[in-house]
């Protein structure tokens, strides 16, 4: 079992709203990623991390931004939510050596399902 | 940037054959290459990693295989199982070493 955790698991906001979506790893990594995932659809890079104060933009545009302030926490946080933004959200983190060696395997966490009104 | 493409029409076999599944890549040419297993609702899990210089890995009832010439991965499920049912992932790593992913390929076991 990964020891990975995003919450909310579920979440419903109304239009407008500011959101912030948490993830935390007890692994000690220093890569983390933030994907988007609609229902049957392939999987979006939107965010990336190679550690504390690092933060990059993935290849899929998001009016998201992200923070890393501490190894283990990667929030993702929307200012104001539209129903554009209802989808899935996946973090993941995975150990880096390096760019001979590349990343080890990527963990997910269980996702947060988000749905905009 | 990369494109990852597997099998987009969706697998049904039945109980104890096996599966293959297929993921084709442009571009350059990575140092290796990934499959996970996504259940609905669920992030996906890691089931195997495949590096360059390896032409075939197995784990248990899993084999892959990796052909840089042809910029081709294959997925062998042997002895397939109804639980074996899921949505199966490649992944390559870009020139920046971010992972990306294919659209996967949804597999049914039937009984």
């Known amino acids: 079992e990964a020891d990975i955790y995003q919450t909310p698991r579920y979440l419903v906001i109304g239009t407008g709203k500011k959101i912030t979506l948490e993830c935390s790893q007890t692994m000690g990594h220093d890569k983390m990623y933030w994907y988007q995932q609609d229902p049957g659809m392939e999987l979006h890079l939107i965010h990336y991390s190679y550690g504390v104060n690092s933060t990059e933009k993935g290849d899929l545009s998001s009016e998201s931004t992200v923070s890393r302030i501490r190894t283990e926490h990667f929030p993702l946080t929307l200012e104001s939510a539209r129903p554009s933004h209802t989808s899935q959200y996946l973090c993941?983190?995975?150990?880096?050596?390096?760019?001979?060696?590349?990343?080890?395997?990527?963990?997910f966490g269980q996702g947060t399902r988000l749905t905009v009104v | 940037s990369q494109k990852i493409e597997q099998n987009s029409e969706a697998l049904n076999i039945q109980e104890g054959k096996t599966a293959t599944l297929t993921c084709n890549y442009t571009n350059y040419s990575p140092a290796y290459l990934q499959w996970y297993r996504q259940d609905p609702g669920r992030g996906p899990v890691f089931l195997l990693l495949i590096r360059e210089n390896e032409k075939e890995k197995r784990k248990e009832r899993l084999k892959v295989t990796f052909d840089t010439t042809l910029k081709q991965s294959l997925f062998h499920i042997t002895a397939s199982q109804p639980a074996d049912s899921a949505t199966y992932l490649c992944a390559l790593p870009n020139t920046g070493n971010q992972f990306y992913f294919g659209t996967g390929t949804s597999l049914t076991v039937i009984p």
């Open positions: 993941a983190s995975s150990e880096y050596r390096g760019l001979s060696s590349g990343n080890t395997e990527a963990f």
